[in-house]
């Protein structure tokens, strides 16, 4: 069972940055679809960035477009989503997903990930 494990969540003033990872066990990252999803309280589960198999194609959703980045360590098994210039309304929690589809793409429909982390807790303020 492939296992996800999402880490680096923190309390981070506005204006801040924050680097999240997600880590799974077993299996090769690169050859696998990634998402970032994030759900604050009393709100719906935002798509927020994603990258395809090996990297070849990434994309940021239109509310952090300019301040969060997807990147993928391959040497460290690892998919980092670099939030920078953190707002209030950032806060959530964030949690990774893993397509399993061959050539995995970049896409923001929560339905075609199949395993997901526990999520980790990012706060903004002041």
């Known amino acids: 069972q492939l296992h996800v494990v999402e880490s680096g969540g923190a309390v981070v003033q506005p204006g801040g940055s924050l680097r999240l990872s997600c880590k799974a066990s077993?299996?090769?990252?690169?050859?696998?679809?990634i998402g970032w999803f994030r759900q604050a309280p009393g709100k719906e589960r935002e798509g927020v960035a994603c990258i395809s198999e090996k990297g070849r194609d990434s994309d940021v959703a239109g509310s952090v477009k300019g301040r969060f980045t997807i990147s993928r360590d391959s040497a460290e098994n690892t998919v980092y989503l670099q939030m920078n210039s953190l707002k209030p309304e950032d806060s959530a929690v964030y949690s990774c997903a893993v397509d399993p589809a061959p050539y995995g793409l970049c896409n923001f429909q929560a339905r075609r990930y199949e395993y997901w982390g526990q999520g980790t807790q990012v706060t903004v303020s002041s």
């Open positions: 077993l299996v090769n990252l690169d050859f696998y679809g």
